[in-house]
């Protein structure tokens, strides 16, 4: 699919439902868990929706497996191919291979090796290019051209918002009524999906989106009106380093009622807590939404608060906390 022809079509929570039917046999119904520590610390009923634990280690398995099997034979034969900087390319190689199809994975050079090595794991082929957005797109487009392979783009695809759309769907089924929901936000894909589910199943829960100081362009964008990209941030939080498109763009200026900014040393401090308290690993990406609540603490003190947990691929050699 092309980009153009991704930009065109707006999904919708038909799309959603379908996307949950069409990936039930790749995905796992990941668990809700609760922490009475994190629920004294932030004043608030929070609810964890564990897509650390999801096939791949990572949320983007359900876009990536709903891309992959809406293909048909004929579009699938050259096999998929996108950009990433490891999470959606591991999880387009694990539906590839759940199909038996050839994935090819852009990446950056400085991309954690752990996510690199679980994409060849999958047998997907690993391109590397520099660490920019520019250079990324570049040296796909080289890709793309000599295999013609079908664009699964990682979160400005219709396939790919209503595969993540699910996770949320799941969320409401397994907690109940939400006052809240507070999701990492990169390109928009894993926002874009919820936006499209709650304001269908559950129109008064407030979306907020958590994303690091270091890489706030979303941010910037949703206060300006209109979008701003960076090419390179630098953060530890590695998954949340690409800018908004369209369709994303679409959702979040729709839907979301704000974005909430972390540091580093927040961002860190979340996620040693919730390894140590629940036992659980998670990525730096996945910490920035309780490190926003933490922060935030009379925005969200006596409400339910749905968190998503989007990951959980980390170089364990490399811990954020261990590094000088």
């Known amino acids: 699919m092309s980009e153009k022809s991704q930009q065109m079509y707006i999904p919708d929570f038909d799309d959603v439902r379908a996307a949950h039917e069409r990936i039930k046999p790749y995905i796992h119904r990941t668990p809700v868990l609760t922490s009475s520590y994190f629920n004294g610390l932030s004043g608030a009923e929070l609810f964890f929706k564990c897509e650390n634990l999801q096939k791949a280690g990572v949320f983007k398995a359900r876009g990536a497996s709903n891309a992959v099997f809406s293909l048909s034979d004929e579009q699938a034969k050259n096999g998929v191919a996108t950009h990433s900087s490891g999470n959606h390319g591991l999880s387009l190689s694990y539906a590839a291979g759940q199909r038996g199809i050839s994935a090819s994975v852009v990446m ?27 250079s990324r797109e570049a040296v796909f487009a080289e890709v793309v051209a000599k295999s013609g392979a079908d664009f699964v783009h990682p979160y400005n695809d219709p396939r790919v918002i209503a595969g993540q759309g699910t996770c949320a769907l799941e969320l409401v089924e397994q907690a109940g009524p939400l006052d809240a929901l507070v999701a990492p936000i990169g390109g928009g894909g894993m926002v874009s999906g919820s936006c499209l589910t709650l304001s269908s199943i559950s129109p008064k829960t407030k979306i907020f989106a958590a ?17 701003i990209a960076d090419d390179a941030p630098v953060t530890v939080a590695d998954g949340l380093k690409v800018p908004l498109k369209d369709l994303t763009w679409h959702f979040v200026s729709t839907y979301v009622s704000d974005i909430l900014l972390c540091s580093e040393s927040e961002i860190i401090g979340a996620m040693y807590l919730i390894w140590q308290r629940m036992k659980i ?5 996945s910490a920035v939404t309780l490190a926003v609540i933490l922060k935030n603490r009379d925005l969200f003190a006596g409400q339910r608060v749905g968190i998503i947990l989007t990951g959980g691929n980390v170089d364990l050699k490399k811990l954020p906390w261990m590094e000088k």
């Open 108 to 134: 950056p050079k400085t991309a954690p090796e752990a996510k690199k090595d679980a994409v060849r794991g999958y047998g997907a082929t690993v391109v590397e290019c520099e660490p920019s957005t520019s």
């Open 281 to 285: 690993v998670v990525e730096p990406s």
């Open 211 to 227: 994303e690091p100081e270091q890489a706030d362009d979303a941010y910037r964008s949703f206060k300006a009106g209109y979008i």
